[in-house]
Structures are given as structure tokens and as C-alpha cells.
């Protein structure tokens, strides 16, 4: 089983930007799919961008653009660069570990999660 510990949240002002970033310990993430999802206050949690074992990525409409995912398998971190954000983006950010190589969107594709880390926009 992996163990997955986001950092990297915070207050940050509109327009301003975030670097979150994931810490696997327990085994290599280098032949799963990473995901990142969020939650917002009220609602609930939803997909953000997914990057495969290769580096393929795919990404939320309503991120594209502005965020970036990216791994490192030797260091066995997967980060979540953030743009232009957002009031809207205010979230508790998740990690989580797909079942195979390829990205996914499904929360049912992810076997691993981490516990989240808050972000929140001010306007």
C-alpha cells in the first residue's frame, strides 16, 4: 500500500499561484497512474488533471490552461503547478494512486489516497 502527504496549500489572493506537490513512501509510483482531485466547500470532490506512468497528462476543463501536473518518478512526487487562481478554486486538494498505468478521471479508478491539502483564494 502506498502512503501519499500532499503539501504545498495555503491563502493566497487571486491571480496569485500555488505549487502543490505529493510524497509516495511505501513503494514506487513509477508504473501507476497519479491524479489529483478537490473538493470544495459544499460539493463534492471532483477530478483535477491526471498524469500516466509515461507522462501523459489530462486535465478538468474547468483547469485547463491554468493548472499543470507533472511527475518525478526518481523522487517519487507528483506536483500540481496552479496559475491565475481562482475564489472558485478554493479546495481541499487530493492525491491519489490509479489501479494502473494510465490517467484516469474516475474517482473509482484510484486505489490510493491522500489525506488533502487546503487551498484557498481570497478576492
Known amino acids: 500500500q502506498v502512503q501519499l502527504v500532499e503539501s504545498g496549500g495555503g491563502l493566497v489572493q487571486a491571480g496569485g499561484s500555488l505549487r502543490l506537490s505529493c510524497a509516495a513512501s511505501?513503494?514506487?509510483?513509477?508504473?501507476?497512474?497519479m491524479g489529483w482531485f478537490r473538493r470544495a466547500p459544499g460539493k463534492e470532490r471532483e477530478f483535477v488533471a491526471s498524469?500516466?506512468?509515461?507522462?501523459?497528462?489530462i486535465y478538468s476543463d474547468s483547469v485547463k490552461g491554468r493548472f499543470t501536473i507533472s511527475r518525478d518518478n526518481a523522487k517519487n512526487t507528483v506536483d500540481l503547478q496552479i496559475v491565475s487562481l481562482k475564489p472558485e478554486d478554493t479546495a481541499v486538494y487530493y492525491c491519489?494512486?490509479?489501479?494502473?498505468?494510465?490517467?484516469?478521471?474516475?474517482?473509482?479508478?484510484?486505489?490510493?489516497w491522500g489525506q488533502g491539502t487546503q487551498v484557498t483564494v481570497s478576492s
Open positions: 511505501g513503494r514506487t509510483i513509477r508504473w501507476y497512474g
Open positions: 498524469i500516466s506512468g509515461s507522462g501523459g497528462v
Open positions: 491519489a494512486q490509479k489501479y494502473g498505468l494510465g490517467p484516469g478521471f474516475e474517482e473509482n479508478e484510484y486505489a490510493s
